[in-house]
């Protein structure tokens, strides 16, 4: 029952920023603000970043708040799907995305390798990016939250609000395509 109520808050409340109401905005604002941001930095690692997308979703919200419809889900699930694709849009602008390749980069660079070995893994993390960068966006972004920001599948679930199933496949095509493109480099 407290969730209905505070589902039906949420869309009282998209409906009069849907007419730009500054006071519901900031009323949607204190109330969601908090946990939109717990999604931005889950996914981005970084509080800048995540403060950034964060900002970004609610202008987001303010100017597209009229496009919501309860037929379709949630207020609740429809603002943090806004925020997660910001953030998500913000960390490909960027390229914050870490390779295997980049972090063994990382690693050896410590060792101080040979030129030799140095340019071998070079040109590994260059094959890789190559690779990650012809997979659907939703492989993609399945496969580097897995393995380089440790999500489960049941945290990748929820955050791309995806079916648990949906997102296994997609992991599994994209490792299988990801294995083809670099055999291919070979």
Known sequence: MAVETGQAELMALLARVAQHDREAFHSLYDRMAGRMFGVCHKLAGQPELAEEALQDAFIRIWHHA???HSERGSPLNWMLTIARYRTLDLMRARKIRQTAGDE????????TPNPLDASLQADGAAALTGCLDELSESQRDSILLSYYKGFTHEELSTALSTPIGTVKSWIRRGLMALKRCLEELQ
Not at 104 to 111: G, H, I, N, Q, R
Request: aromatic share 10%.
């Open 66 to 68: 009229g496009e919501y």
């Open 104 to 111: 063994m980069l990382e690693t050896v660079a410590d060792a």
